[in-house]
């Protein structure tokens, strides 16, 4: 077997910040204890559970954004790529906002005071949350205006209100009595009328207007169906130059339209951020989708977890609007420049080819118009692996397609979780449904924050005749799962695909991930009977192919963890290599700890959050943690045991996470054969462990460092997968 590239070279050493001890929240509470910062460890703890020896959860998750923001400060990527990982940083936030920040509220609220596995208690977590991610936000601002010089010198402008000339204002006051004022609705608030209704992520415009004598407010909202950024006719732009202007200045600059007959004292934006996170009763939960349809309507009013305004917003505004809003002054940040830049993706649009990455062809498996009989004798032939967004999503597409026209397929089952709005599966399985083939279909509704859009797809299958169901109540359907059912001359034969990720055409283009397609009877044999539980009342204990969470994935982890330990202590070859989104579970990390006590040698290659600190004499010092944030984000699970020369390698749809392992409907299923083996062990692997270009190494102190690039040119594990799909590289042929 070929080896697999460990890290080489010293990592150098880097910050270990402290943690600000968190404000006073509500006047009944008591202060934080102060955070600490991460200690060094001179002599290992013996006990394994000790706070020392794991990173905080959601700090983890904020570096992991910090290190998607450094994408947006690297000049390396093309200019308008730049501004694309500045916008995804934006809208990740403004995630930890309605989720994470906002349970971690609830608990506070609601008196739960846990202690995490790194020891802080519910106020100290949310105090040092807050603390980073509010520096975040004005992290985002700095690197904006850094890539806002960068694009002037290119030929791309934002024109700030001091920079319009008196030609583009009459110009956007027509534009905004035409296309702006038409959708503006100017709503009072004073004693007797209370704040409007604040939608989640709504920007809003605070407005002070001297009115028959007396100063008034009142709040017009910037509507989120305009375009952010309004390009100005070239008569009206510098020469050779794109030239844009904010939709909220063009708003603020004729705003006194609205009130006619008074005067506008002060216009300055604000922008709010609500609770996002279904909770559901179990219980309660006998109709799934109207418990989910209910929980959606409430979240519309969900409490506030953050307030951004102007760093120039009037002290008795602000605090009109916290007393009107219920909060407190910690979910308040005064912003030095613009709000919600997530938007800016809407600049990314622009056609400059120049300012982004080259595009490129991912190859398909098969042709569009390939003969179904083709298309399955080849899978029935071999398993078929493919690796997007380096290989075409349009593999898939042509599957589904080949199983909805050919006439000996008699069924298809499928998990969706996250499909996106546009979705040429989902026309495909109602192409089947109306041929007559049978069509059932898990619609996790429960997906986070695709709720409402799965809900919608779900009611236009069912309208099609297709057997809809909505998953568990206490279990998200996470695994991705497609099965065909076909009758050949030898009888009825199934067809699987499974991959790491979502069935969903667009995050296939931006997102890595590894699919399957197997016709393996043991295999087949295994997702029907997933999908008997999924759709029935079976109860399946036993898989003969797949790792199935939540029934034995985080027992199958283990005890595979737990041989590689005892093949160590037996001076046997000992390896693991896993790589994943996230490892944050606890039992797992003790386990990995042993392991490495035991004289593992382990690779983690983890794109976000990581609670385990590796190099920890005694305890990790065998166990490598590394990042690799690049052009396409990493999502695709590989979990790889060396086994004493036995070697055993998983890919599926599960994370090193609790709610993985134990809340969630999860597979794995084993890669078979040696060529698929040694293509994913040999090519992928391989090169994101020799990655030293875009990848980060954490250290023992929490920090990540750039891996030194050695004599050698740096090397970009995503762009030499590029090249190698591109030049007609394929699982096998190496």
């Known amino acids: 077997m070929a080896p697999i590239v460990t890290p080489r070279g010293p990592l150098a050493a880097a910050h270990a910040s402290a943690h600000t001890s968190t404000s006073r929240r509500r006047a009944r509470r ?222 603020c600059a004729n705003i006194h339209e609205l009130f006619l007959g008074g005067t506008v004292e002060g216009a300055h934006l604000f922008r709010v951020v609500r609770d996002a996170d279904i909770e559901i009763e179990h219980d309660d939960a006998e109709d799934l989708l109207q418990t989910v ?100 999503f349009a593999s898939v597409e042509t599957f589904v397609r080949a199983a909805a026209v050919d006439p000996h397929v008699v069924a298809i089952k499928m998990t969706l979780y996250r499909i996106g709005a546009q979705s040429p599966l989902l026309d495909l399985l109602i192409q089947a449904a109306e041929s007559g083939k049978q069509v059932a279909v898990l619609v996790e509704i429960k997906a986070r924050l695709d709720e409402r859009n799965n809900i919608l797809w779900a009611r236009r299958l069912e309208a099609h005749g297709i057997h809809v169901v909505y998953g568990f109540a206490d279990l998200k359907t996470h695994a991705k799962l497609c099965l065909i059912v076909r009758q050949e001359s030898d009888g009825i034969r199934r067809y699987v695909h499974t991959s790491t990720g979502n069935y969903n055409v667009e995050t296939a283009r931006a997102y890595t991930d590894l699919g399957l397609f197997t016709a393996d009877p043991g295999v087949a044999a295994d997702v029907a009977g997933i999908f008997n539980s999924l759709t029935g009342y079976s109860a399946q204990h036993e898989f003969h192919r797949l790792v199935v969470a939540p029934r034995h994935l985080r027992t199958t982890l283990k005890s595979l963890v737990d041989r590689e330990a005892v093949h160590a202590r037996a001076g046997r070859p000992a390896h693991i290599v896993i790589k994943v989104n996230a490892v944050t579970d606890d039992a797992m990390i003790r386990a990995l700890y042993r392991a490495s006590q035991a004289g593992v040698s382990i690779d983690l290659l983890v794109r976000g959050i990581c609670s385990l600190r590796p190099g920890v004499p005694g305890i990790s010092e065998r166990i490598r943690v590394r990042s690799i944030v690049g052009r396409f984000l990493e999502h695709s699970r590989v979990y790889w045991f060396a086994n004493a020369g036995d070697e055993e390698m998983f890919i599926g749809s599960a994370d090193v996470m609790e709610r993985n392992l134990g809340r969630r409907v999860e597979t794995l299923i084993p890669l078979r054969g040696e060529r698929l083996l040694r293509h994913v062990r040999d090519v992928v692997l391989d090169a994101y462990l020799k990655d030293t270009d875009r990848a980060m190494v954490l250290d023992a102190t929490g920090a990540y460092s750039r891996v030194p690039a050695g004599p050698d040119a740096r090397f970009n594990a995503q762009e030499f997968l590029l090249r190698y799909y591109t030049r007609g590289g394929r699982a096998g042929a190496v």
């Open 30 to 251: 008591a202060s934080a204890a102060p955070l600490v910062a991460v200690p060094a460890l001179e002599v290992a703890p013996t006990d394994l559970c000790n706070p020392a020896l794991y990173f905080n959860r959601e700090l983890s998750w904020l570096e992991f954004n910090e290190r998607v923001l450094d994408q947006a400060r690297d000049a390396a990527h093309p200019l308008l790529e730049r501004v694309k990982f500045l916008a995804i940083t934006a809208s990740n936030l403004e995630e930890f906002f309605m989720i994470r920040v906002s349970n971690t509220l609830k608990k506070l609220n609601a008196g739960t005071d846990e202690v995490a596995s790194d020891g802080y208690n519910t106020e100290q977590q949310l105090g040092a949350m807050q603390a980073r991610a509010r520096r975040m936000l004005r992290d985002q601002l700095d690197v904006w205006n850094d890539l806002r010089a960068a694009l002037d010198t290119a030929g791309v402008r934002v024109l700030d209100r001091s920079a319009w000339s008196a030609d583009i204002a009459a110009h956007l006051s027509g534009v905004f009595a035409r296309e702006i004022a038409p959708v503006l609705t100017p709503l009072a608030f004073d004693p007797g009328r209370p704040l409007p209704f604040l939608a989640n992520r709504s920007m809003n415009v605070a407005v002070t207007v001297a009115f028959q004598g007396r100063t008034r407010f009142a709040r017009v909202t910037v509507p989120a169906a305009l375009p952010r950024f309004i390009a100005l006719p070239e008569a009206l732009a510098p020469p050779h130059t794109h030239a844009f202007v904010m939709l909220e200045d063009v708003v």
């Open 293 to 392: 349809e209910g929980s959606l309507k409430q979240l519309r009013h969900g409490p506030i977890t953050l307030l951004q305004v102007e760093a120039d917003l009037p002290a008795r505004m602000r605090q009109v609007l916290v007393e009107a809003l219920g909060i407190s002054n910690d979910e308040v940040v005064q912003m030095p420049g613009r709000l919600g830049l997530s938007d800016w993706a809407q600049l990314t649009r622009l056609h400059r080819p120049e300012l982004k990455d080259a595009p490129f062809v991912p190859r398909s498996l098969w042709r569009r118009d390939e003969d179904p009989t083709v298309i399955f004798d080849r899978i029935r032939d071999q398993d078929q692996l493919v690796h997007h967004p380096f290989q075409s």
